[in-house]
């Protein structure tokens, strides 16, 4: 029977001194695969090392109308050149179809071999866990749970798969098609630049629903992924103490956590949050006070409070005089 359920975030592993936040992708890019680099840097207007931060959310706020904008200028059809194809009306939107496409592609292999390369975790940072009777749903991509726990893998969920065993990885934002489109503001001006011919706004009309097409193909499928485990999930239903260590609480969480508390059984399991800043905390409370989960039932602590003591010493042999 489960009695203990774990949900492990990235926060774990920087705790074990793993360099696997976003911002340590993008360096090790730099040093690696800088023309890469550039092309994320490019399609989405040279961001700061904020965006950089919250890289997987940001892969899911492209500029839309100034992407566009610029590939209907360098693809706008020339009605008048002796070459033109009737196919030259399509050009900017196969460009967007096909180099945006690309580009996603690219920064998924990439980042699963980035991933694969990431140092062990230190095993002086392991803290004290509950290996028994206990599962564990992994959001990161890493061993770390086999390696310096000893947890078996039939234990383990690795939810957007794990480095050197799967194929692929789940990597995306968590904007549906529908938000997007509710956050684009199509504006005249964009569609006056492009090329004025009567066609022009079925051009850029083409272009644009091309590229918001792209973009929200990039979603993870948090749905499809819950209901693809419910089986599994239907097991936590005993569940008294469930720890969410290293976990942001970031908006494509969250689904995960509500279906938790849809499957225990009762009421009072007991909620053990990990923060390591007060900005993590405060994202934990919010959430807290949000769903209606009673203070009396969470306990909030750092990691670093919990690291395991040393099980053995040195000894000092005692003197044969004595």
């Known amino acids: 029977m489960i009695r203990y359920l774990y949900f492990i975030g990235n926060g774990f592993d920087l705790h074990h001194g793993i360099r696997s936040k976003y911002t340590d992708y993008a360096y090790w890019l730099i ?5 890469l680099f550039y092309k994320i840097e490019s399609a989405f207007g040279w961001p700061n090392d904020d965006w950089w931060g919250d890289f997987e959310n940001k892969i899911g706020e492209i500029s839309i109308e100034e992407y566009t904008n610029d590939m209907c200028r360098n693809y706008a059809p020339d009605y008048g050149a002796e070459d033109f194809h009737e196919r030259d009306r399509f050009a900017a939107e196969f460009e967007i179809e096909r180099q945006l496409t690309e580009l996603f ?11 694969s390369k990431l140092e062990s975790a230190n095993s002086e940072k392991r803290i004290s866990m509950k290996t028994e009777d206990s599962y564990f749903i992994n959001f990161n991509y890493t061993p770390t749970l086999e390696s310096l726990y000893n947890v078996n893998k039939s234990n383990i969920l690795y939810v957007h798969g794990k480095a050197n065993r799967d194929k692929t990885l789940i990597l995306g934002h968590g904007k549906t098609l529908e938000q997007i489109n509710n956050e684009l503001n199509k504006t005249a001006s964009i569609k006056e630049q492009c090329d004025e011919r009567d066609d022009s706004g079925y051009f850029y009309d083409r272009a644009i629903e091309t590229t918001i097409d792209v973009i929200a193909k990039q979603r993870k499928n948090v749905e499809g992924i819950i209901a693809h485990n419910e089986n599994l999930f239907n097991k936590f239903i005993n569940v008294t103490d469930f720890f969410i260590y290293g976990l942001s609480f970031s908006s494509i969480d969250l689904p995960y956590i509500r ?10 399991v007991i909620i053990h949050i990990s923060y390591y800043k ?6 934990a409370k919010t959430f807290i006070t949000n769903e209606r989960i009673k203070d009396t039932c969470v306990e909030f602590i750092k990691l670093d409070s919990i690291v395991e003591k040393a099980h053995t010493m040195t000894q ?3 003197s044969q005089d004595s």
């Open 31 to 35: 040093d690696n695969n800088l023309d």
């Open 105 to 115: 592609e690219s920064i998924r292999n990439s980042f699963h071999i980035w991933v």
């Open 259 to 268: 279906k938790m508390f849809d499957v225990f059984d009762n009421d009072d």
């Open 278 to 283: 007060d900005e993590d905390l405060q994202k």
């Open 316 to 318: 000092v042999p005692k």
